[in-house]
């Protein structure tokens, strides 16, 4: 069984040695992704503009792997401070809402002070 390595093009990718998504078999494994802009080379201050930009960049991720939110069977959020919990389940429940993956939240600091999201997920597409 091949494996897949899927890349945004991100210097970062390279340079701290990951990929943003493995893809074996009919698992894809998406890297925790942050809310940056690739477009704009930006990271965005609102949380609910990170938390689309996030949503943005898995979706695209999981279409170069052949999968949708819809296979996703995990997903784990890291959030940067506990009152943000209310906002971002707003903003996730019309993504997962009727997908329903199993899930965990983390409030912990992020590896740069203008983060305040991380989601990874992991998709089944069989």
């Not at 998504?21 to 009919?26: I, S, T, Y």
């Not at 906002?87 to 997908?99: L, T």
Request: glycine fraction near 6%; charged fraction near 25%.
């Amino acid at each position: 069984m091949t494996k897949e390595l899927i890349s945004t093009g991100s210097p970062m990718e390279k340079k701290a040695g990951y990929s943003r998504a493995v893809v074996q078999g009919d698992w894809v494994f998406v890297s925790g992704t942050t809310g940056f802009n690739y477009e704009t080379m930006i990271m965005p201050e609102s949380l609910a503009e990170q938390i689309h930009n996030c949503f943005k960049t898995i979706n695209e991720t999981l279409a170069k792997a052949d999968a949708t939110l819809a296979d996703v069977v995990r997903v784990n959020y890291v959030a940067t401070k506990q009152e943000y919990v209310e906002e971002c389940f707003e903003i996730f429940g019309p993504y997962f809402g009727d997908i329903r993956p199993a899930a965990m939240m983390i409030i912990s600091d992020l590896v740069s002070d203008d983060m305040k999201i991380e989601i990874e997920v992991t998709a089944f597409k069989g």
